[in-house]
């Protein structure tokens, strides 16, 4: 069954500062993984997938994530951070051929400080 | 185009009750997953619905049951609600056969056991 692991439940960053939230992933095949973010009181909101192809995959609002087979990760970034980011982020995980099961991290809550 | 709709937004039981929580899916979507995120963690599947039937099952005991309706609509029960059951329940539309496609999530029902 596929995985997925957030290693840190907090991440803070300065206005203007490159930030990185962190993924890992375990999965038998091919994964699709996608982060989502989630604002208080709201469901999740798709930011990015990676499926197939360039291993650099770029999403909405400035975000854009990597993904490394060898080390089975997923990293989030963004090159400049703003404090309308501030939110929690969840990346998912679902395996090829498998429609049924998406697995989501603990969450990583961002905090950007003007 | 009307995305995924959730009613209630809040819901509050006491101990024992029963509860039915509804979703309409995203235009155009035929398949409905249920999460339950409690406080702090991310969202844990349910099960999953397409045509009318359910198709998958995550760790939930059968006191969580759930149904689909011909225009894709879904409902989710919990029986004899217990204090751990309290959580935000989210639904999440998309479509069969549509695998790279990302799930599109509802703003969920916040159920508070007393």
């Known amino acids: 069954a596929q995985s997925v692991a957030q290693p840190e439940d907090q991440v803070n960053v300065a206005e203007g500062n490159p930030l990185t939230v962190k993924c890992t992933y375990s999965?038998?095949?091919?994964?699709?993984l996608f982060w989502y973010v989630q604002y208080p009181n709201r469901g999740l909101q798709f930011l990015l997938k990676?499926?197939?192809?360039?291993?650099l995959v770029k999403g909405s609002y400035g975000f854009e994530a990597e993904f490394n087979k060898s080390q089975t990760s997923f990293h989030l970034k963004k090159p400049s951070a703003l404090v309308s980011d501030s939110a929690l982020y969840f990346c998912a995980v679902r395996a090829f051929n498998n429609n049924n099961d998406m697995r989501f991290g603990a969450g990583t809550r961002l905090t950007v400080k003007p | 185009d009307a995305g995924v709709t959730q009613s209630p937004t809040h819901l509050i039981k006491t101990r024992g009750q029963q509860v039915t929580l509804r979703c309409s899916p995203k235009?155009?979507?035929?398949?409905v997953s249920w999460y339950q995120q409690a406080l702090g963690q991310g969202p844990q599947f349910i099960f999953q619905?397409?045509?009318?039937?359910?198709?998958q099952r995550g760790n939930f005991p059968d006191r969580f049951s759930g149904h689909q309706f011909p225009n894709y609509s879904s409902e989710l029960n919990v029986n004899a609600l217990l204090l751990g059951d309290s959580a935000l329940y989210l639904c999440?539309?998309?479509?069969?056969?549509?695998?790279?496609?990302?799930?599109?999530f509802g703003d969920g029902t916040r159920l508070s056991i007393l």
């Open positions: 990676y499926i197939t192809g360039d291993n």
């Open positions: 619905y397409y045509e009318e039937e359910e198709r």
């Open positions: 999965v038998s095949g091919n994964p699709y």
């Open positions: 999440a539309s998309s479509l069969t056969g549509a695998d790279n496609q990302p799930q599109h």
């Open positions: 235009s155009g979507h035929d398949t």
